[in-house]
Nanobody, 117 residues
Framework: QVQLVESGGGLVQAGGSLRLSCAAS????????MGWYRQPPGEQRELVAT???????NYADSAKGRFTISRDNAKNTVYLQMHSLKAEDTAVYYC???????????WGQGTQVTVSS
């Protein structure tokens, strides 16, 4: 059974920080592009950041300079460190594991991030 479990969301004031974690199964984690996506209220899901198996990150413009994605292969965990949070960062944040070659695309249940201004 494959599962992605997010944690670390919550309520934070504007300008504050949060670190999200996503624990994945070892089988898929070792070969997947891991990513964080978010869905603001009433909006479509959008990319925040991705990271390859070897640690190469990619960020949406909204995340550059404020968010950092990282992965710990020994712990099968991907992180999203968020600083200087803004009200517009409020969303449900989803962990994603993707491998086009092996034809899988998995999503976690999501964790709520609410930024108050």
């Amino acid at each position: 059974q494959v599962q992605l479990v997010e944690s670390g969301g919550g309520l934070v004031q504007a300008g504050g920080s949060l670190r999200l974690s996503c624990a994945a199964s070892g089988r898929i984690f070792s070969s997947a592009i891991m990513g964080w996506y978010r869905q603001p209220p009433g909006e479509q899901r959008e990319l925040v950041a991705t990271i390859t198996r070897t640690g190469t990150p990619n960020y949406a413009d909204s995340a550059k300079g404020r968010f950092t994605i990282s992965r710990d292969n020994a712990k099968n965990t991907v992180y999203l460190q968020m600083h200087s949070l803004k009200a517009e960062d409020t969303a449900v944040y989803y962990c994603n594991a993707n491998n086009a070659l092996l034809s899988y695309n998995y999503w976690g249940q999501g964790t709520q991030v609410t930024v108050s201004s």
